[in-house]
């Protein structure tokens, strides 16, 4: 059962890799993948009542990323909707792209570990679209977006789901994290930005024409600072929500989409039908990308099965047998998580290493903190963030391949040496 579980998962993500030359949506694929790993799962085990549990433990894990994603997007659309991001665009004057870059780039790291790296790559890959015309090079900043917001989530307890699994599992405290890893994260962006920036230095920034119809020409001033600020301000809050109740946060991003759709419906809710239509909550579940999100729950379940089977328990148990250290064993693991969730990847090795050898704080939870954040932007759908930029950018596997999996390897292998380096002169 194993050995066709592990076949059918590698086929599922070949075929998700080809989508482009075979014409088949991802989507599709990854749905597919999924449905024949738990059939045959289900099929292969006696104990059915089992596998109907770990199913439903399963599903409700990927509803709340999928849930959380659904409602960042349409926050994000509602703010476009209403030229809400004009707020930061005419406040940027550069029309350099390699200065452009450099301002997205560090922009999108510390606001990633404020927010988390999945809300910060949907902000800034909408706010780009706003600012670049070429789709070519709409592209590039999707994806040094997506390299600096994983960076970005790797050295703050709510950067990212692993970081945040690894926190509120004890294996980690916030301060630690944030100066163990910092530095390291810093420069595994820091490196394929200069690179990229280098790449474009001379060119000019050529902006978009203004919109003279579509969303957001009705609204006034007010209307955009206020969407904008409230939008912003309820991802913000989403963190903060979390450690106040103890909430998962797709609840507290439901939440704020309820009182964005409120302050919405009272500010309009006296024009005619026909001008607030784009400007409405219905209007922007509409425009979010579905497809997507489809994407994710087949990926997520089919990754599971993986789980649940202890098949991702067992590779972590035989790294450690036959490679023994505990930096290459870790760094192995970051370049795993370009091909498979990083979030299964922790939690194998959450399981396979004791609190009682490994302590809160020792070296292996923070250079697996560093390695499966940053790790999963060597691929594009090795992050949550990356795939949410595919899905937006309509980026084409091997094209990231070509461009920037190189860049995203160098910036990974940079920020791994400078995290080695600091451990030994600090300890």
């Keep these: 059962m194993l050995t066709t579980l592990v076949l059918i998962f590698l086929v599922a993500y070949a075929a998700i890799a080809l989508e482009h030359p075979l014409n088949i949506n991802k989507s599709a694929s990854a749905l597919i993948g999924a449905g024949l790993l738990w059939t045959v799962y289900a099929v292969s085990t006696g104990d059915h009542q089992r596998v109907v549990t770990e199913l439903d433990e399963s599903l409700m894990s ?152 579509g969303p957001g020409t009705s609204t006034r001033g ?47 809710r006296h024009k005619e039908d026909a001008s607030k239509r784009t400007l409405t909550l219905v209007s922007a579940l509409g425009r979010i990308d579905m497809s997507s999100l489809v994407f994710f729950v087949g990926i997520l379940l089919a990754v599971a099965t993986l789980e649940h089977t202890h098949i991702l328990a067992a590779l972590a148990a035989w790294l450690d047998q036959h490679i023994g250290r505990q930096d290459l064993i870790v760094m192995i693991i970051g370049l795993v998580s370009a091909v498979v969730d990083n979030v299964p990847l922790v939690a194998a090795s959450m399981g396979m290493y004791d609190l009682a050898d490994y302590p809160t704080n ?21 992050s949550a963030a990356g795939v949410a930029a595919m899905g937006l950018e309509k980026i084409h596997f091997f094209w990231y391949v070509r461009k920037v999996s190189g860049l ?12 080695l380096l600091q451990y030994r002169l600090l300890h």
């Design 362 to 382: 020792h070296f292996l939870w923070e250079f697996l903190a560093y390695c499966a954040g940053t790790g999963g932007s060597i691929l594009i759908i090795g």
């Design 62 to 213: 990927t509803a709340q990323i999928v849930f959380f994603l659904m409602g960042a997007m349409t926050i994000v659309e509602v703010v476009d909707a209403h030229n809400g991001f004009e707020v930061i665009t005419s406040r940027i004057k550069t029309t350099r792209l390699a200065s452009l870059l450099w301002l997205v780039g560090i922009v999108t790291f510390f606001l990633s570990a404020a927010l988390d790296n999945l809300t910060t790559t949907i902000v800034m890959i909408s706010l780009m679209r706003r600012l670049l015309a070429d789709h070519a090079d709409r592209l590039f900043f999707a994806c040094v977006i997506v390299i600096a917001a994983n960076a970005g989530g790797a050295w703050s307890p709510i950067g990212d789901v692993t970081t945040t699994m690894l926190w509120i599992g004890g294996q980690i405290t916030s301060v630690a994290i944030i100066q163990g890893v910092f530095p390291a994260a810093l420069v595994s962006l820091l490196v394929p930005l200069a690179l990229t920036a280098y790449g474009l230095r001379g060119r000019k920034v050529v902006a978009p024409p203004p919109r003279a119809d």
């Design 222 to 268: 007010f209307e955009r600072n206020l969407m904008f600020f409230l939008g912003i301000g309820i991802l913000v809050a989403v963190p903060a929500f979390k450690t106040l109740t103890h909430l998962p946060p797709f609840m507290g991003i439901l939440f704020g989409l309820g009182l964005l759709w409120l302050v919405g419906d009272l500010i309009h």
């Design 408 to 419: 995203a390897l160098i910036g990974y292998l940079a920020g791994a040496a400078t995290y």
